[in-house]
């Protein structure tokens, strides 16, 4: 079965250091790769993805991921923080044969502080 | 272009009684669903749906009902409310039934049954 694992629950970091916030999935199978965020009181949204091609995934608000298979890795990364990226950040993988089903981590907490 | 619109923000309702909590999209997407998102716990899918008269359970649907008249509308029906259904609610949608595509979340709904 396929699980997500959110190696951090909370992350403080200060106003334009760099951050990496880390996920690592289990799956026997191809998979398909997710980052959402959630900013205070407000639904998911959509910060990049990973299907195929270039491991290198580039979104929105200047968030990068790479997809690492051998260590079965999506870490998503920031080179510059700020205040109003602090938010909720969820990592979600889903099967990539069957991509019916979203497995979701149980999130990292970004607290950016000045 | 209002997205995924729920109602109401906030409720709170004493155990045994009953409510529906109300989702609508305007992208004419066909895949709907409900998630609960609970401290520790992450998001958890209670019912979903692909289409106008197809719904279909998640992970944790006891206690919950669904229906899908139209492509716009997907409620959620809490039968006999109970402190363990006490969450935020989160109504999602899509284009297709598929996780490659993104998944547009409204803003949530905060229960509390007492």
């Known amino acids: 079965a396929q699980s997500v694992t959110q190696l951090d629950s909370q992350v403080p970091v200060f106003e334009e250091a760099p951050v990496e916030l880390r996920c690592n999935y289990s799956?026997?199978?191809?998979?398909?790769l997710f980052w959402y965020v959630q900013y205070p009181n407000q639904g998911l949204q959509l910060l990049l993805k990973?299907?195929?091609?270039s491991t290198l995934v580039k979104g929105i608000n200047g968030f990068e991921a790479e997809f690492n298979k051998s260590q079965t890795s999506f870490h998503l990364r920031k080179p510059s923080v700020h205040i109003s990226d602090t938010a909720e950040y969820f990592c979600?993988?889903?099967?990539?044969?069957?991509?019916?089903?979203?497995?979701w981590g149980l999130g990292t907490s970004l607290a950016v502080n000045p | 272009n209002a997205g995924v619109t729920q109602t109401p923000k906030f409720q709170v309702l004493k155990t045994g009684q009953s409510m529906t909590l109300q989702c609508a999209q305007d992208?004419?997407?066909?895949?709907m669903s409900w998630y609960r998102q609970d401290p520790g716990m992450g998001l958890r899918l209670i019912h979903y749906?692909?289409?106008?008269?197809?719904?279909d359970q998640g992970e944790v649907p006891n206690g919950y009902n669904v229906s899908r008249s139209t492509t716009e509308d997907f409620p959620l029906r809490l039968l006999s409310a109970a402190p363990s259904q006490t969450s935020v609610y989160f109504c999602?949608?899509?284009?297709?039934?598929?996780?490659?595509?993104?998944?547009?979340f409204g803003p949530g709904t905060r229960l509390t049954v007492l």
């Open positions: 999602a949608s899509s284009y297709r039934d598929s996780h490659t595509d993104t998944q547009y």
């Open positions: 992208m004419n997407h066909e895949y």
């Open positions: 749906s692909v289409g106008a008269g197809i719904t």
């Open positions: 799956s026997s199978v191809s998979v398909y």
């Open positions: 990973y299907l195929s091609g």
């Open positions: 979600a993988v889903t099967d990539a044969g069957n991509n019916r089903k979203l497995i």
